[in-house]
């Protein structure tokens, strides 16, 4: 997935879904409603005055385990649908490059197979390096 691993390009087109609205939808009946992220980062007595790169770390871990299992693992084809919603303006545009799709279609294979945190931000990081809102990002004036 992030080319350190040996595999096939595909040739298949994905869209990328939308980002959700920043609404959660509703609690099922009988499950606890879900804290927000920004809730649960605030709670985090050890970043009280950690830097922006720890909290953006600490945000990337706190998605993570919000959708993994008890064993602290996605699916291929539960971490493909997180990385579309929560990572979408990264992901926008790279549909047609190989690399990319090459990375979704790892995802594709075995969608049950579990991955750990470890390969979802490998998966993560590649996604941000391929894309063409890195360069923007890169661009943004830090100085007056």
């Known amino acids: ?21 920043t609404r959660s939808p509703p609690a099922a009946a ?13 709670s985090i007595k050890a970043l009280e005055k950690g830097s922006d790169l ?5 945000t990337a871990a706190l998605v993570y385990n919000n959708s993994a299992d008890p ?9 493909k649908s997180l990385l579309q919603t929560q990572f979408s ?3 926008q545009g790279q549909e047609n490059k190989p690399k990319y ?4 279609s790892a995802l594709d294979e075995e969608p049950e197979k579990k991955i750990d945190f470890e390969d979802f931000m490998i998966s993560l990081v ?5 894309s ?6 890169k661009n943004v004036k830090s100085t007056k």
């Open 1 to 21: 997935m992030c080319g350190c691993r040996a595999s096939v390009p595909s040739t298949k087109h994905y869209s990328v879904n939308p980002a959700p609205t």
């Open 30 to 42: 009988g499950m606890p409603k879900r804290i927000p992220i920004a809730k649960q980062l605030a």
């Open 54 to 58: 720890e909290k953006a770390f600490a």
């Open 71 to 79: 064993e602290g693992k996605l699916s291929k084809a539960e971490t």
């Open 89 to 91: 303006r990264f992901i």
């Open 101 to 104: 799709q090459e990375m979704i």
């Open 126 to 130: 590649s996604l941000a390096l391929l």
């Open 132 to 137: 063409d809102l890195l360069q923007e990002i």
